[in-house]
Structures are given as structure tokens and as C-alpha cells.
């Protein structure tokens, strides 16, 4: 069975049968109708998947693994802001009259930087240095910055990756790993949708640098289960458990920025039904 949906439901009942409730408190989400959106939530929620070994889509729903690998490309590759250019609707409720959502995710991104080497933005730098120094204990990108928080619509949830590069025993391939920090996650709508992306991530840039995905390791913050979602948490982690589907990329692209969503193939995803009109808190 997938390790992924372990994992999953490892984490839903931890969260359900020991984190603490924010009913009460002062919070600044809400529902549509007004109501505070309380949450339950534990603290410094730490998960590890091993890319080399399955890939980590949830099998007890079905995760829209190309939607999230094209809002992972609008952010890392197309560096972008705006969501004309995203092939979904879930950044509608954040951006402006234009389709911005401010000084956030892609426009970071695509800041340039003066580095020894020259000018690169942090997508830029990564790659260099995968290829060049892939030992450096300094290969990581941030969007969380200070200076620009008043002009981002939302500020940023998962908002780092740190790169390390390691080589097992016997072998000369390089394994890419990764951590991914987030501040804050709501773990029905959003969790299998950001390991799935950054994933995927992984997946394509360990291919462009001549490396193995290795283990992508996931700490959140804040991991919270909204109050109006316990029930839909409740009934998705009783669900069966399938095998974890088959991923693959297009081998012939050496370039991260000519990968799309068409390079991707997923074979043999069983899953349960899906969760429809989740209520989502803004």
C-alpha cells in the first residue's frame, strides 16, 4: 500500500487525537458566511518520503497531479504572479482585479541577485550549483521576505526549500533530497497537493543535473485540520489503501524550463472517489 496514505493517516489521527484547538481564540481566517474558521493543529509536524522508492500521491482521494505540477511550473519555472497564467482557479480568491496576488510565490522567484558568478535569480542559483557545487551546504531558496510581505495578497505557506545532495554506497549517482519548510498547512485541501508538487520538483531538477530523486522531507509549522473539515478527514482516512501509482517523466528533456505538464505520465492511480466543494477558509 502506498506510504504516502500512511503517512496521511498517521499525521490526521495524531492531529485529531492530540493537537490543541484554536475555538475561541482570536484567528484571522473565515469562512464564507463570516464565521471564524477554527482549526486543530499540532506543532512541528515532521514527514519524510522517499522518492527513489514510490511516488507520494494519496491513493485514498484523488490528487490532481498535473494541476499541482502547473502551479509548481507558474511559480518555479514561469516565475509568475499573475493567474492568467495559471492553468486553475485556486489563487482566484487572492488576486487582485488584474490577476495578481502581489510581490509573492513566482515573482520572488524571479528577482535577480548579484552572486560571485553574476546575476541569477534563486531557481537560477540552484541550478548552477547543483551542477557545479553539489555539495555546497548552501543550496536553498526563500520567499518569505520581510521587506516585500506588506504587497503580497497571501504570504507565502510553504516558502523554502533547502537542497542535499548525498551518494549511497557502490554508486556513482548523485541523490538529490530536499527539505520543504512550511509555516502553515491546511492538511485536507492542501497537504498531498504541495508533497505531490514538490515532488515533482525534485523529480526535474535531479534529472536536468544528472541525479537520483532522493527523500523529500516536509516540516510544517502549523498542520491544521479546520473544524469543518474534521468530519471529511474523519471518513477519508478510514477509506481502503491502493498501491502508490507509477511516475515517470520525459527523459529527453536536459532543461528545466522546457519540462510541461506533458512530460509527466502517471500510470496505474487507483484511488477512492473524490471530495467534492471543500469549504475553504480565506
Not at 541577485?113 to 540552484?126: A, L, N, T
Not at 555546497?136 to 533547502?162: F, K
Not at 512550511?182 to 508533497?195: E, G, I, K, M
Not at 482516512?237 to 509527466?264: C, G, V
Amino acid at each position: 500500500m502506498s506510504c504516502a496514505d500512511k503517512i496521511f493517516v498517521n499525521m490526521c489521527k495524531d492531529i485529531l487525537e492530540n493537537g490543541c484547538t484554536t475555538e475561541g481564540e482570536k484567528v484571522r481566517p473565515r469562512w464564507p458566511d463570516g464565521t471564524p474558521a477554527y482549526t486543530i493543529k499540532k506543532f512541528g509536524v515532521v514527514n519524510r518520503y522517499d522518492l527513489s522508492e514510490e511516488f507520494p500521491a494519496l491513493t485514498l482521494r484523488r490528487t490532481a497531479i498535473k494541476s499541482a505540477a502547473d502551479e509548481m511550473l507558474w511559480i518555479w519555472q514561469r516565475k509568475s504572479n499573475n493567474i492568467h497564467e495559471l492553468n486553475s482557479t485556486v489563487w482566484d480568491e487572492w488576486a487582485d482585479e488584474d490577476g495578481s496576488i502581489g510581490k509573492a510565490y513566482g515573482y520572488q522567484m524571479g528577482v535577480k541577485h548579484i552572486y560571485s558568478e553574476g546575476m541569477m535569480d534563486q531557481v537560477d542559483r540552484v541550478i548552477y550549483d547543483l551542477k557545479n557545487n553539489p555539495y555546497s551546504r548552501r543550496i536553498l531558496t526563500n520567499m518569505y521576505v520581510h521587506s516585500d510581505l506588506h504587497e503580497m495578497n497571501l504570504y507565502p505557506c510553504a516558502y523554502s526549500m533547502t537542497f542535499n545532495v548525498t551518494k549511497k554506497p557502490g554508486s556513482d549517482m548523485l541523490v538529490l533530497n530536499a527539505v520543504l519548510n512550511q509555516r502553515s498547512q491546511d492538511v485536507l485541501a492542501a497537504n498531498n497537493w504541495n508533497v505531490v508538487q514538490y515532488s515533482i520538483l525534485m523529480h526535474m531538477l535531479a534529472q536536468v543535473c544528472g541525479m537520483q530523486a532522493g527523500e523529500l522531507v516536509h516540516v510544517i509549522a502549523d498542520a491544521h485540520i479546520y473544524d469543518r473539515h474534521v468530519p471529511l478527514i474523519r471518513e477519508l482516512i478510514s477509506r481502503e489503501q491502493h498501491p502508490a501509482p507509477k511516475f515517470t517523466l520525459n527523459p529527453d528533456i536536459r532543461d528545466f524550463y522546457e519540462f510541461t505538464t506533458k512530460d509527466i505520465t502517471i500510470e496505474n492511480y487507483t484511488t477512492g472517489p473524490q471530495i467534492r466543494d471543500i469549504p475553504i477558509a480565506v
